[in-house]
Structure formats: C-alpha cells, structure tokens
C-alpha cells in the first residue's frame, strides 16, 4: 500500500474524532538553481563561481500559517480552553506566545519527532528552545511508551462503513 493510501486511511481515522479539523497546507513543485556538488568551477579556476544544477524541489506551503490561524481563531472566538500543538515549528512561537502571555490559556507542544540526542549519558528530545519557553507544557517527543496508548483500534466504522487499519501501521 502507497503512502498516499495510507494517508488516506489515516484521515479517515482521524475524521471519527468528534470535533476534529484537519487543517491543510498545499505542496508547491518549482524549480530551483543550486550549485553542482561538490563543487566544480567554471574553468576549473576557484576563484570562479561553482557549475549549477536545476532541481525540481517540492516545498509544504501553508501548514503553519493555517494552524496558527486556526489556533487564534479558536482561543479568541471559539472560547477553547487548552489547545494541543503537534509541531517543533519555530514558525509557531508568536501565535502560541499570543495564546499563552495574551489569552491566558493553555498551549502544549508535542514534538512530532521520534529524533533524539546523547547529552550526560541521557537520551534527550529535542524540543526546539523557543516553543518550550512560550508554551505551558511540552512533550519532548511522540515515543515508544505513547504509542500503545496512542493507537486507533484495528477496525473502524465511519460513513462509508467499516474499515481496517493497514498491515504496515505499528
């Protein structure tokens, strides 16, 4: 099953959440000039600029402008009371900030990524420094003792009908 698939059945998951919104951005395919890597010089001379390459680059545009949108639309006219962000997008610190110091309310980060680093014999999390001081609480990953818990039941019944959570998912 392909990735697109797969998201598929994700979201449809996720859709039998009461009061859920999955909030979009779009992907934007353009192509870019970059320098040739390694480098080799115009005349093999590296007092000349590098040869370039045209690339074909796929960027997310959007997300973090919709959430954050979304996240003070709902503090400041929805009246919601907690909000959880699953991000380690610096991009966001000024809405959560705004949502926290300016409406009070709560925010919780949750850093999507599994990615951790060694530090005095210690696995840490890296949570992005700027997130942890604005936010209330932070989750420093998604990890493996979450995961059970985290889990949608192995069949699932929306309006379509039924349907079965991949093989492929953990």
């Not at 009061?19 to 979009?24: D, F, K, R, T, V």
């Not at 997300?63 to 699953?86: R, T």
């Not at 926290?100 to 210690?122: A, E, I, Q």
Request: aromatic fraction near 8%; hydrophobic fraction near 35%; charged fraction near 20%.
């Amino acid at each position: 099953m392909d990735a697109p698939t797969r998201q598929g059945f994700y979201w449809r998951a996720l859709k039998t959440i009461p009061n859920l919104e999955i909030i979009e951005g779009n992907f934007v395919v353009r192509e870019k000039t970059f320098p040739q890597f390694p480098y080799i010089h115009i005349g093999g001379n590296p007092l000349n600029p590098p040869l370039t390459v045209r690339v074909v680059k796929r960027e997310e545009k959007g997300s973090d402008v919709n959430l954050a949108s979304h996240l003070l639309y709902d503090n400041c006219i929805n009246d919601a009371n907690e909000s959880i962000v699953i991000s380690n997008d610096a991009d966001l610190v000024t809405p959560i900030e705004i949502v926290t110091t300016k409406l009070g309310k709560s925010v919780t980060v949750v850093n999507p990524n599994r990615t951790s680093y060694m530090r005095k014999d210690r696995i840490h999390h890296a949570i992005h420094k700027d997130l942890k001081r604005v936010a209330t609480n932070v989750y420093p990953s998604i990890n493996d003792p979450i995961f059970p818990k985290s889990q949608f039941p192995v069949s699932l019944t929306d309006i379509q009908g039924t349907f079965t959570k991949p093989s492929t998912w953990v």
